[in-house]
């Protein structure tokens, strides 16, 4: 048996264990390629900007992980289209949830009443983009047109001689006097008496009334009864508590599903009567009716 000096023994052992360790490690991970990297990057990009009201990316995290796993194995390919599934499925989670608001805001927008040519233009470019499946479009058209008629109002000072019947059947207004329970409701915090309106009184009417506004409001004008001035009318104050409101609402909400019921307008706190009233304006009367 040979024999070696103990010194040069530790050094064989020392080297022969460097040796093994060297064989044991595991090879370096692949690397990525520089699109494989790009395209993971935009997938990450496409999720981290989406914006309410629409921010379900659907499966796009799911595939995201996929492309990362498959990139981590070397298989560039596959991690490249993982990744183009996943920036796909944000772009059509988004899209989709755009076009469901923008197909509730259509319903609104076609509640309102009185639009201009302009305002009818738009509803229209909102109503064609949903059909072309331009989800974002739709919604933002029809969502600011929205905003637009809801905030729409103008204001009318009474002069002698006015009615709420001779206001709304003006061509500045509605152009149809039975619509004047509108102009009521709209100022119920100012107007005690429907059948009392004074000179100088500042009126706020909505420009576009929702249609089930102007159906609920002609319907009281036609059935309310012989006008008389004094109390207000129980027919009045049934009116302000439950016609709808001037405002259509939304059907439903983007992200939950969950849906809104317009609730009908609580009476409002009636004004006491100024202890310095300018004459009064007597009501016109409606045709059929008698003035007591």
Not at 260 to 276: D, F
Request: charged share 15%; with cysteine; aromatic share 4%.
């Amino acid at each position: 048996m040979l024999k070696l000096p103990f010194r040069q023994l530790a050094i064989a052992v020392v080297a022969a264990g460097f040796i093994a360790g060297c064989a044991s490690k595991p090879p370096p991970k692949p690397q990525a390629s520089a699109a494989t990297t790009q395209a993971i990057q935009d997938a990450q990009s496409a999720i981290n900007n989406v914006q309410a009201p629409c921010t379900d990316t659907g499966n796009a995290q799911d595939l995201l992980q996929q492309a990362r796993d498959a990139a981590s194995s070397g298989n560039d390919a596959r991690a490249q289209d993982l990744a183009s599934q996943a920036s796909q499925a944000v772009q059509e989670a988004v899209n989709n949830c755009y076009l469901a608001n923008a197909r509730d805001e259509l319903a609104r927008a076609k509640q309102f009443t009185n639009l201009n040519s302009d305002q009818q233009s738009r509803l229209n470019d909102g109503e064609q983009a949903i059909q072309n499946n331009d989800g974002r479009r739709a919604y933002e058209t029809l969502s600011s047109l929205n905003a637009e008629l809801a905030a729409a109002q103008t204001t009318y000072t009474v002069m002698r001689g006015d009615s709420l019947w001779k206001i709304a059947g003006s061509s500045q207004t509605y152009g149809n006097a039975w619509e004047w329970p509108l102009i009521y409701k709209a100022n119920s915090d100012k107007i005690k008496d429907a059948d009392l309106i004074y000179p100088d009184q500042q009126l706020s009417m909505p420009t576009n009334p929702s249609q089930s506004a102007v159906d609920a409001a002609t319907m009281h004008a036609k059935t309310r009864g012989a006008w008389q001035v004094g109390p207000a009318e129980s027919s009045d104050q049934q009116y302000l508590e439950n016609a709808p409101q001037m405002e259509p609402q939304s059907s439903s909400m983007s992200q939950s599903g969950m849906t809104s019921q317009p609730g009908s307008m609580s009476q409002p706190e009636m004004m006491s009567q100024p202890t310095t009233m300018s004459q009064p304006a007597t009501m016109s009367e409606p045709e059929g009716l008698q003035i007591h």
